[in-house]
């Protein structure tokens, strides 16, 4: 059982920046595959952003691409995504996701993942 817990969220202007964080429990965090997912009130869950376990292979949803970036720290078994130039329509509760034994694979699909966080808030007002 993978345990994902996500922080960073909150309140921020258009056009400012946060980093969310996600902590990852056991002891293989290198082999899973991680990916960020958002849902706004009213949509479906859509994809972010994923990164692979060790050739650190970073993948971005169109919409986020050159604002949005995905990193991973595996001595910390954490994953974060700083976004800048945030956007009212960025504005979501944010996921972390990740899938063991998947040290370089990745999918923009909710279905792959078998680990979810709780999710964290972020409101981007105009």
């Known amino acids: 059982q993978v345990q994902l817990v996500e922080s960073g969220g909150g309140l921020v202007q258009a056009g400012g920046s946060l980093r969310l964080s996600c902590a990852a429990s056991?002891?293989?965090?290198?082999?899973?595959?991680m990916g960020w997912f958002r849902q706004a009130p009213g949509k479906e869950r859509e994809f972010v952003s994923a990164?692979?376990?060790?050739?650190?292979?970073?993948y971005y949803a169109d919409s986020v691409k050159g604002r949005f970036t995905i990193s991973r720290d595996n001595a910390k078994n954490t994953v974060y995504l700083r976004m800048n130039n945030l956007k009212p329509e960025d504005t979501a509760v944010y996921y972390c996701?990740?899938?063991?034994?998947?040290?370089?694979?990745?999918?923009?699909?909710?279905?792959?993942?078998?680990?979810w966080g709780q999710g964290t808030q972020v409101t981007v007002s105009s």
């Open positions: 056991g002891r293989t965090f290198s082999n899973y595959g």
């Open positions: 996701a990740a899938r063991v034994y998947a040290a370089i694979s990745y999918s923009p699909d909710p279905a792959w993942y078998s680990y």
């Open positions: 990164i692979t376990g060790t050739v650190y292979n970073t």
